[in-house]
Every structure is written in structure tokens, then in C-alpha cells.
């Protein structure tokens, strides 16, 4: 089973930039679509990003040509960089692995937050 670990979250200026991390442990992450999930207080998890096998990246409409997501099969390491941030972003950030099978794994959650 994979066990995956984010980092990068902080507190920025809106307008800022955050470059998230999620790195994988027990498998490789080749074999997996993965994606960052976000949830803010008071609201459901919600798909902010998945790439697939393949680097296929699709993203939810509200971050779509600001966020990026990537994934480095050689250094187990899946990324989303944040450009240009927004209140509205602010969330616990989750790195997510998903099986051909359909089984998902997630990690602890990274906190972002974009306030003046």
C-alpha cells in the first residue's frame, strides 16, 4: 500500500505562489492516477486536480489557469504549483492515490492559506 506525505503548505498574501509536494512511499506512483483534493471549513472534500498515468492533467474550473499539477515517476513525488492565489483557496490540501481497481489512498493534508 502506498503511503503518501504532503508538504509546501503556509500562509501567503493573495496574489501569492505555493508549490505543493506530495511524496510516495511503498509503491510506485506509476501506477496510479493521482490528484490534490482541497476541503475548506464547513465544506466537502472537493477534486481541485488529477493527472493520470499518462501526464493527462485535468483540473476543476476554478483553478484552471492558475494552479498546475505534475507528477515525477523517477522521484515518486507527485506536485501542484499555485500561482496567483485567492481566499477562496484557502483549504487543507490533500495529495490522493487512486488503483486501477479503484482504491484510494490519501495523505495527512497540508493547510493553505491565502489572506492578507
Known amino acids: 500500500q502506498v503511503q503518501l506525505v504532503e508538504s509546501g503548505g503556509g500562509l501567503v498574501q493573495p496574489g501569492g505562489s505555493l508549490r505543493l509536494s506530495c511524496a510516495a512511499s511503498?509503491?510506485?506512483?506509476?501506477?496510479?492516477?493521482m490528484g490534490w483534493y482541497r476541503q475548506a471549513p464547513g465544506k466537502q472534500r472537493e477534486l481541485v486536480a488529477r493527472?493520470?498515468?499518462?501526464?493527462?492533467?485535468n483540473y476543476v474550473d476554478s483553478v484552471k489557469g492558475r494552479f498546475t499539477i505534475s507528477r515525477d515517476n523517477a522521484k515518486n513525488t507527485m506536485y501542484l504549483q499555485m500561482n496567483t492565489l485567492k481566499p477562496e483557496d484557502t483549504a487543507v490540501y490533500y495529495c490522493?492515490?487512486?488503483?486501477?481497481?479503484?482504491?484510494?489512498?490519501w495523505g495527512q493534508g497540508t493547510q493553505v492559506t491565502a489572506s492578507s
Open positions: 511503498g509503491s510506485s506512483i506509476r501506477f496510479y492516477v
Open positions: 490522493n492515490t487512486r488503483s486501477a481497481i479503484g482504491t484510494d489512498n
Open positions: 493527472i493520470t498515468t499518462g501526464g493527462i492533467a
